[in-house]
C-alpha cells in the first residue's frame, strides 16, 4: 500500500518528531548526570592526587628510616643505599606519574563530553525541525566514540593504579618487614627486596 495521504504523513512525521524528542530528554538526562559526574570526578582525582602523596610519603619515611639503621650497623653505606634502591623508587614514582596522568586525561575528556552533549542537544534539535537524519545519525555516533573512550581511559587509570599500589604496598611492607630486624638487617636483605620488586615492575 502506497502511504501518500497527508494525514498518514503528518501521523508519521509527528511520530518521528516524538521518538527524536524523547530521544533528546534521555540525552538531556545524560548531559545533567555528566556534569554531576564530572563534579565528583575532579573530587576523586583531588582525593587520589593526596593519596599518591600519602603514598610517597610513607615509602621516603621507610626508607630512610632503613638506611639509616644499615649505616648505624655499618652493613651498608649511605651513599650504596641510595644507590642500589634508586632504580626501584624511580619506577614507582614513574608509574605514579603515569596513572595520575591517565586519571586526569578521563576527567579532562569526561568534560568535553558534558560540553559536547549541551551543544549537540540544541543541534539535535534544529535537525528534527529540519528532518536532517544525517546530522542526528553523525551526533550519535560521536556520542558512541567519546563514551567508549571514556570507558577505555577509566579502565586504564585504574589498571595502572592498582598496579602502582601492589608494587608500593609491597615495598612498603618488605621494608617495615627489614625494619623490625633493626641491627640484624643487612645488605643482602636489601638486594634480596631489590631483586623481588624488580622482577614485578617488568
Not at 508519521?12 to 548526570?33: A, G, H, Q
Not at 634508586?86 to 614507582?92: K, N
Request: proline share 0%.
Amino acid at each position: 500500500m502506497e502511504i501518500s495521504s497527508p494525514e498518514l504523513t503528518d501521523d508519521f512525521i509527528e511520530s518521528l518528531i516524538n521518538s527524536y524528542e524523547s530521544w533528546i530528554k534521555s540525552i538531556e538526562t545524560i548531559s545533567d548526570r555528566s556534569e554531576a559526574i564530572m563534579v565528583s570526578s575532579f573530587d576523586l582525582f583531588r582525593d587520589f592526587s593526596n593519596a599518591l602523596k600519602e603514598y610517597q610519603a610513607e615509602r621516603q619515611k621507610l626508607n630512610s628510616q632503613l638506611k639509616e639503621s644499615l649505616a648505624k650497623n655499618g652493613s651498608l653505606r649511605k651513599k650504596d643505599y641510595d644507590q642500589m634502591m634508586a632504580i626501584i623508587l624511580s619506577r614507582l614514582d614513574e608509574k605514579e606519574c603515569e596513572s595520575e596522568s591517565v586519571l586526569y586525561q578521563f576527567i579532562q575528556n569526561q568534560k568535553l563530553m558534558t560540553q559536547f552533549l549541551k551543544k549537540g542537544i540544541f543541534q539535535i534539535k534544529g535537525s528534527i525541525l529540519y528532518q536532517n537524519a544525517e546530522s542526528i545519525q553523525v551526533f550519535r555516533q560521536k556520542l558512541n566514540s567519546i563514551s567508549a573512550e571514556l570507558e577505555s581511559k577509566k579502565e586504564t587509570a585504574f589498571r595502572l593504579f592498582r598496579e602502582y599500589q601492589h608494587l608500593h604496598f609491597k615495598l612498603t611492607s618488605t621494608l617495615k618487614t627489614l625494619l623490625i630486624k633493626e641491627d640484624e638487617v643487612l645488605a643482602d636483605d636489601v638486594k634480596a627486596m631489590k631483586k623481588s620488586l624488580l622482577s614485578q615492575m617488568t
